[in-house]
DNA sequence: GACAGAATTGAGCGCTTGCTCAATCTTGTG
DNA sequence: CACAAGATTGAGCAAGCGCTCAATTCTGTC
């Protein structure tokens, strides 16, 4: 009845999971999930193909993100506030990854659309919120996410000069223009 | 004195900027560019190390794109035109495979860098032609630059109902608010 | 024609990857 | 306890990668 404090499959999710956050996309294999998890190699393949587990992992550490909601007009606040702390580094990398990886990996491109569809859905919610000063909220929302995936991927390259504050403050700049 | 009309290292370079346009950064080897070439497989280590190749035939790809200058109002509309055009999405493909390759290959990271700059300083030039319009060029530039960046992110997942003429016209509308 | 040096070849090494499979261990049931 | 069924193991396979190196071919010079 009780089940076991180590379910062999749950293990491997879980530290499928912890090792993409680690090594991102291309640089996690089966070995160093199997080993993270502390279980047999085969195992691994008893229950999953890599492909799916990777994209399983990969989506159920964006649901953690996803979080509670907020009211309306913090929401906006709280999305602009986060968009680019530090901590979020570790997403932009995931999420630049799986675009890369949505071409050639199915599995990738079906939770890379679940994942955006409903970030782009929420985004949009909050600024239908405030109508008289956003008209199209959903054409907003998306160059919006557009912008903030942009700009995650210059400062992800490392390549301009650009800074984290910058980077929230230009994000910022475009909301007001797009605002009004 | 009348150089052979094969030199094997050019025939390499030539090869594998071939490669990188038809399957990418991810997917080129170096037997790829070699058999492409019509040499041995020995030859391209010979003259070169493969990260080191790829570097330099994926610059010299954005090398040619970036082309000869046209006058400064008809830049910017040639610029929203051909941004997301059928042909330009071998070069969103290359330009987001690079962004993710940056972070561990320094070869890449440096010719990125290269590239880059010369974009946004050539974007930037074109915006303060019309200082009326513009008055912060440079911030105005990185943030269509992303934007760019971003749209064909979206449209290379191929997860949103996103078109290329759509994403052209979020482009416009972007730079519609941002000339005021 | 002979010869030195450069260009070129391809078999094969060492490594990594996802995955298979026969064997072993665990567990719940009668 | 016995026994079937599921869970788990790890050696090893097949394929791919960049790269090495001894051997061969080509080329220009005297």
């Known amino acids: 009845m009780d089940k076991r404090a180590s379910d062999g499959a749950a293990l491997i999710r879980q530290a499928a999971a912890d090792v993409l956050r680690e090594v991102g996309l ?3 294999t ?6 993270r998890a502390g279980v047999g190699r085969g195992l691994l393949n008893h229950y999953f193909r890599w492909p799916e587990l990777r994209a399983l992992a990969w989506e159920a550490i964006f649901a953690e993100v ?9 929401a906006l606040e709280a999305w602009l506030a986060t968009a680019f702390a530090p901590e979020a580094r570790t997403y932009w990398r995931l999420w630049l990854e799986a675009t890369d990886l949505a071409a050639s990996d199915p599995a990738m491109a079906a939770a890379l659309t679940r994942v955006q569809g409903r970030m782009l859905a929420r985004l949009t919610a909050d600024l ?11 054409a907003t929302a998306l160059r919006l996410t557009a912008l903030q995936d942009g700009l995650a991927g210059l400062l992800l390259a490392g390549t301009t000069d650009l800074t984290p504050e910058m980077a929230e403050a230009h994000l910022r700049r475009a909301f007001a223009l797009e605002l009004g």
């Not at 089966?30 to 080993?35: E, G, H, L, M, P």
């Not at 239908?128 to 959903?138: G, L, M, Q, S």
């Open 26 to 28: 291309h640089a996690a």
């Open 30 to 35: 089966t070995r160093a999930v199997t080993d």
């Open 128 to 138: 239908a919120a405030v109508p008289e000063r956003c008209p199209d909220p959903k």
């Open 66 to 74: 996803e979080g509670p909601e907020a009211a309306p007009d913090e």
